[in-house]
């Protein structure tokens, strides 16, 4: 349903996920469903360690032509008798999904060890017996000084969480006779999810009665409704419960059912959940020329500041809540996340804004302070509810056709100098000011760390495009590792049309997939280097050949 465009443009499509719970499912559906989970997770380890031992096969021949892999060519390498062999497990109803959950997840591997040391092979369960062999190891390591116990507890952690927990039953496709799908009794406005989770030979299969009262409607193309079929049935029926903006997705559903993809189904704290991926209309890409630093605050949830493309500022201010009285403890609830999130895409729609935000994972900002007193203050918004906002601004910005939120390291954007560039703990004068020991800049704290934030890009982006080049038999070769650029150009052509449709090329390609890329080492500075190219009419006044 999205805005009418003009003949020939083309709509951008996008991926959201919905959650949505299988509402109080009784005890025989709980166990049929633990069951599943726990038959999916022996054999998803299964092919795991198997194409452990066959990794350098894997990585020889499932490598595509740009260097890379991709799912579902990786889940290629289950062949027939690896297939067979998944049998015993009594999969059946997952068999292909499981092979594309293998084969997406080994890629991922994959992809990653390609670009960064000391990536940890995927585990998906452990039965008790292994995972007491395998803390038995590292309590060993531990022992003998041959790792740290830093490195000891969270890999022992890591153990412990997949022999506890059963890996979600993936559901590759929406299918009405096998898989997954969505009905609705529009007399009662209530969804119902069917899925299959039985073999044709298992004993837990039982007949489903339909009600004659009540209608289900299969949300599909064809008017269609749940009916009696006098068989025992693989699937089982489950009522769903969910909140207001997830059913406007569902309400669109019925209207665009081929919207529905892919879901997976997820026990957590000991409720059930039915994730679905579903296909969207996004509004066409804005093309941004600023940045928008969003970080927390110690008077209101947070500070954002809007520079332009030399860090000069054009608008700051406080996102303030509006619900104070719906905070749980330790954080706010989803609706008050939802509004704050509203807001920022407001001002960044408006500023035709990059949003920049902290990626408070690993490392904290360290913006709490403790007077003299030894009263502690604390930030408005604590770091889950922060991450949890960055994860709604992923979509939410992607629906007005901005690009995702860029994270980047909290480390020292309150105790850095905006000015110079010094950073020292002796800069944080007090709770609320900052003065600069070295340049006696001084401002308020709430104001430093999203102006810091908002500045970040510009860092890398003031130099040229350094471009190495190369003599080849044939011509020339122009690398440049942060871009992405390996260009080949023979002697009879043009270098200067030919590099100049290259880096276009690779900005357009960086636009249509900037979620792709966030995840590289090099993303922001191949980030802001592009903005500086096209902040320039002349690419090749930029160019300096090292």
Excluded at 73 to 96: C, G, M, T, Y
Excluded at 293 to 319: C, K, M, Q, W
Excluded at 360 to 372: A, H, N, P, Y
Excluded at 384 to 401: C, D, H, I, Q, W
Aim: net charge positive.
């Amino acid at each position: 349903m999205g805005s009418e465009r003009g003949e020939g443009s083309e709509q951008a499509l996008a991926m959201r996920t919905i959650t949505l719970k299988l509402h109080k499912p009784s005890r025989r559906k709980r166990e049929i469903i633990d069951k599943a989970m726990l038959n999916y997770s022996l054999a998803y380890q299964y092919l795991l360690d198997r194409a452990f031992s066959e990794i350098e096969t894997i990585k020889k021949e499932y490598r595509d032509k740009r260097g890379g892999y991709r799912g579902n060519a990786v889940a290629k390498w289950i062949d027939k008798d690896i297939s067979r062999e998944l049998n015993r497990f009594k999969i059946e109803p997952f068999k292909d999904s499981l092979k594309m959950d293998f084969g997406m997840t080994m890629a991922s591997y994959l992809n990653l060890s390609e670009i960064q040391q000391n990536v940890h092979y995927p585990i998906a369960y452990l039965p008790e017996e292994v995972w007491q062999e395998k803390v038995d190891t590292i309590v060993y390591d531990l022992a003998a000084g041959r790792r740290d116990l830093r490195e000891c507890e969270r890999e022992a952690r890591k153990i412990i969480e997949k022999s506890t927990s059963l890996r979600p039953l993936f559901f590759c496709r929406y299918a009405l006779n096998r898989d997954y799908c969505l009905l609705y009794d529009s007399v009662n406005n209530r969804y119902y999810a069917k899925i299959y989770l039985l073999n044709v030979k298992s004993e837990d299969r039982k007949h489903i009665k339909a009600n004659k009262n009540r209608k289900l409607w299969y949300i599909c193309k064809d008017d269609k409704t749940l009916e009696n079929t006098g068989r025992k049935e693989r699937f089982l029926l489950f009522p769903l419960s969910f909140g207001k903006w997830q059913e406007r997705y569902l309400k669109e559903a019925i209207a665009k059912p081929e919207m529905l993809k892919t879901a997976r189904l997820i026990k957590k704290d000991g409720e059930y959940y039915l994730a679905v991926n579903i296909r969207i209309e996004e509004a066409e890409k804005i093309k941004t020329n600023t940045f928008l630093g969003v970080a927390r605050a110690l008077a209101e949830p947070l500070h954002y500041t809007v520079t332009d493309s030399e860090g000069n500022v054009t608008d700051r201010g406080f996102i303030a809540t509006e619900l104070p009285g719906k905070k749980k403890e330790g954080g706010f609830c989803l609706s008050e996340i939802h509004k704050i999130s509203n807001t920022i895409v407001r001002l960044a729609l408006k500023n035709r804004s990059q949003v920049i935000v902290e990626s408070l994972v690993d490392k904290g900002d360290r913006l709490q302070w403790s007077d003299r007193d030894r009263k502690r203050h604390m930030p408005v918004l604590n770091c889950f509810s922060y991450n949890r906002l960055v994860s709604v601004l992923e979509y939410k910005l992607a629906e007005k056709g901005l690009p995702p939120p860029i994270k980047v390291s909290p480390v020292n954007i309150f105790y850095t100098c905006p000015r110079c560039g010094l950073s020292s703990k002796q800069n944080r004068f007090s709770k609320d000011m900052f003065i600069c020991t070295a340049c006696g800049l001084n401002m308020d704290i709430e104001c430093l760390g999203s102006l810091n934030l908002a500045r970040k890009l510009c860092e890398y982006g003031k130099g040229p495009l350094k471009v190495k080049v190369e003599r080849t038999l044939t011509g020339l070769r122009f690398v440049n590792k942060i871009l992405g650029l390996d260009l080949h150009v023979d002697a009879s052509q043009d270098y200067r049309e030919e590099f100049v449709k290259e880096v276009q090329g690779i900005i357009r390609d960086f636009y249509e997939n900037m979620g792709n890329y966030t995840r590289n080492k090099h993303f922001k500075q191949k980030y802001s280097l592009i903005k500086t190219i096209e902040g320039k009419k002349d690419i090749l006044k930029l160019l300096r050949i090292v």
